[in-house]
C-alpha cells in the first residue's frame, strides 16, 4: 500500500497564502490520481481539489466551484508529493485538510480513493 503523509497546515491570516504537501512512501505516487478533501466536525468531507496521474493527455486538474482561482493542485514526481498551494484564503476555508490517493482519473468523492492521509488542520483568522 502506499502511505500519505499531509502537513503545511496553520494559522494564517485572511488573504493569505498557505502550501500543503502530500508526501507518498511505499509506492510511486505518479501512477494514482490524487484529491484534497477538507472536512469541519459535524460535516460531511467535501471535495477540494484533484490531479490526474502523471503523464495524463486530458486535462489533469479539477476543482470545487468554492476554491476555483484561488487553489492550485500540482505534482512534484521527484519528491513523490503532491501539494496544494492555497491563496486568497478566507475563513470559510478553515477545517481539516486530507490527501488521498485513487486509481480514477480525477476523482471526486471520497468512495473513489483508496488511501488517506491524517489530515492538516488549517486555520484562517478574520
Known amino acids: 500500500q502506499v502511505q500519505l503523509v499531509s502537513s503545511g497546515g496553520g494559522l494564517v491570516q485572511v488573504g493569505g497564502s498557505l502550501r500543503l504537501s502530500c508526501a507518498a512512501s511505499g509506492r510511486t505516487l505518479s501512477g494514482y490520481a490524487v484529491g484534497w478533501f477538507r472536512q469541519n466536525p459535524g460535516n460531511e468531507r467535501e471535495f477540494v481539489a484533484a490531479i490526474a496521474r502523471s503523464g495524463s493527455s486530458y486535462s489533469s486538474t479539477y476543482y470545487a466551484d468554492f476554491v476555483k482561482g484561488r487553489f492550485t493542485i500540482s505534482r512534484d514526481n521527484t519528491k513523490n508529493t503532491v501539494f496544494l498551494q492555497m491563496n486568497s484564503l478566507e475563513p470559510e476555508d478553515t477545517a481539516v485538510y486530507f490527501c488521498?490517493?485513487?486509481?480514477?482519473?480525477?476523482?471526486?468523492?471520497?468512495?473513489?480513493?483508496?488511501?488517506w492521509g491524517q489530515g492538516t488542520q488549517v486555520t484562517v483568522s478574520s
Open positions: 488521498a490517493a485513487g486509481g480514477g482519473y480525477l476523482p471526486t468523492t471520497v468512495y473513489e480513493y483508496n488511501y
